[in-house]
Nanobody, 127 residues
């Protein structure tokens, strides 16, 4: 079992930045690939970004690729999502998730691959 707690959400103006954090407790953090997903009201949950267990591989959705950066600090059991140039379309609840995959270098973008989820943190971008 691993418990995930997101933080760092809030209200920001278009063009601004936020950094989300996801703190993990429980099993060894380095054994999990990590991902960020988001869900806007009335829409399905969508993939945002993922990072491999060893931190070497990252993957982003096309909509955030040049604006968001995912990173991890295994010493702090934390994964981050740095979000720059935010736009109103980025408004959503953001969730981190942990994937118990055996490969150290691969990531998954499908939510079904993830085993544990946080409760989410709200990001609202005003125009």
């Amino acid at each position: 079992q691993v418990q995930l707690v997101e933080s760092g959400g809030g209200l920001v103006q278009a063009g601004g930045s936020l950094r989300l954090s996801c703190a993990a407790s429980g099993r060894i953090f380095s054994t999990y690939a990590m991902g960020w997903f988001r869900q806007a009201p009335g829409k399905e949950r969508e993939f945002v970004a993922a990072i491999s267990r060893n931190g070497v591989t990252t993957y982003y959705s096309d909509s955030v690729r040049v604006r968001f950066t995912i990173s991890r600090d295994d010493a702090k059991n934390t994964v981050y999502l740095q979000m720059n140039s935010l736009a109103p379309v980025d408004t959503a609840a953001y969730y981190c998730a942990a994937d118990r995959r055996t490969s150290a270098q691969t990531v998954a973008k499908g939510s079904v691959s993830y085993d544990y989820w946080g409760q989410g943190t709200q990001v609202t971008v005003s125009s």
